[in-house]
């Protein structure tokens, strides 16, 4: 319930806090205490949200740059692949100009 604290050392606390300030201002010293607690565990949670959020959008960064990264390499594969269909038509058109003609056969019956 209290951490590393034990009953006996809880009970040493109160003893020593009700001689120090008295009957009177326990209370009182009490909510003090409980409203930072509770206000330092605000805090905490707070700042614990705001690394978890940070790390999250670290991801999506990194993730983004992933996607950037493949649609280039992509853009590059298609275009390598354009370049060298276009360089095979060239060489496929080369081909059938250079093809000498055959003349055609000649029937003697």
């Known amino acids: 319930m209290f951490g590393p604290l034990g009953m006996p050392e809880i009970i040493m606390i109160f003893i020593v806090g009700l001689l120090l300030f008295g009957p009177r201002k326990m209370p009182q010293l009490g909510r003090s ?3 930072a607690l509770g206000e330092f565990r605000r805090a905490s949670n707070e700042f614990k949200r705001t690394v978890e959020d940070e790390v999250a959008a670290e991801e999506i960064r990194s993730v983004e740059k992933d996607i950037r990264d493949i649609k280039n390499i ?5 275009k390598k692949t354009l370049e060298d269909a276009v360089v ?6 080369d081909a059938v100009v250079d093809e000498p003609e055959v003349p055609p056969e000649k ?3």
């Open 33 to 35: 205490i409980g409203r």
């Open 107 to 109: 029937n003697d019956s």
């Open 88 to 93: 095979e038509e060239a060489v496929v058109e």
């Open 74 to 78: 992509g853009a590059d594969v298609v």
